[in-house]
């Protein structure tokens, strides 16, 4: 079993700040891609940015030069800095991982978070 625990959510005005952290446990032998999702109801779920293990990052178009996405391997940890949040950011954002589960098989699966709101108020 692996599980994600996510902090940092909460109300912020808009131009505000927030620092999402998520961190994996279990039985992990190391993780592929890392990455946030969010989504609100009624709306399709959007990936916001992801990282590989080598810190390769991406992110969608609507956050670029406003989010930072980044890990520590060590704690098997991704971090999602938000700066100049605006309204439209409002939204449940879920963690995702893809783990790798043992040393002799290369196969992996894919872990979610329990989902953490953000608020951004105008």
């Known amino acids: 079993q692996v599980q994600l625990v996510e902090s940092g959510g909460g109300l912020v005005q808009a131009g505000g700040s927030l620092r999402l952290s998520c961190a994996a446990s279990?039985?992990?032998?190391?993780?592929?891609?890392m990455g946030w999702y969010r989504q609100d109801p009624g709306k399709q779920r959007e990936l916001v940015a992801d990282?590989?293990?080598?810190?390769?990052?991406n992110y969608a178009d609507s956050v670029k030069g406003r989010f930072t996405i980044s890990r520590d391997n060590a704690k098997n940890t991704v971090y999602l800095q938000m700066n100049s949040l605006k309204p439209e950011d409002t939204a449940v954002y879920v963690c995702?991982?893809?783990?790798?589960?043992?040393?002799?098989?290369?196969?992996?699966?894919?872990?979610w978070g329990q989902g953490t709101q953000v608020t951004v108020s105008s």
């Open positions: 990282i590989t293990s080598a810190g390769s990052t």
């Open positions: 279990g039985s992990i032998f190391s993780i592929d891609a």
């Open positions: 995702k991982a893809d783990v790798r589960g043992s040393s002799w098989h290369r196969g992996t699966f894919l872990y």
